[in-house]
């Protein structure tokens, strides 16, 4: 049974940084693209960030471009998201999700987490 588990959210002011891993377990995580989406409340879940299973090829959305940074350890079966510069607008709940395939879609995805927090404050 695949099992995706987030860690690392909380409360940060705005402009600061903050890191989240996604740990897998269950299938051979060298061998799938992992994605970050968030949803925030009252709004559909958006996609931030996805990196292939080799980590050479990733994909960003326009509003996270140049602030969030995604990148995955093989070894230790862990994705990561790099925020910073952190504002009131991506308070949300973030989720990693895993793929055959890097993907920009909720539905690309077959195996998700339960989420972690994250909320900025002004």
């Known amino acids: 049974q695949v099992q995706l588990v987030e860690s690392g959210g909380g409360l940060v002011q705005a402009g600061d940084s903050l890191r989240l891993s996604c740990t897998a377990s269950?299938?051979?995580?060298?061998?799938?693209?992992m994605g970050w989406f968030r949803q925030a409340p009252g709004k559909e879940r958006e996609f931030l960030a996805a990196?292939?299973?080799?980590?050479?090829?990733?994909k960003y959305a326009d509003s996270v471009k140049g602030r969030f940074t995604i990148s995955r350890d093989n070894a230790k079966s862990t994705v990561y998201l790099q925020m910073n510069s952190l504002k009131p607008e991506d308070t949300a709940v973030y989720f990693c999700?895993?793929?055959?395939?890097?993907?920009?879609?909720?539905?690309?995805?077959?195996?998700w987490g339960q989420g972690t927090q994250v909320t900025v404050s002004s």
């Open positions: 990196i292939s299973w080799s980590g050479r090829t990733t």
């Open positions: 269950g299938r051979t995580f060298s061998l799938y693209a």
């Open positions: 999700a895993s793929d055959e395939f890097i993907g920009v879609t909720e539905s690309s995805y077959d195996y």
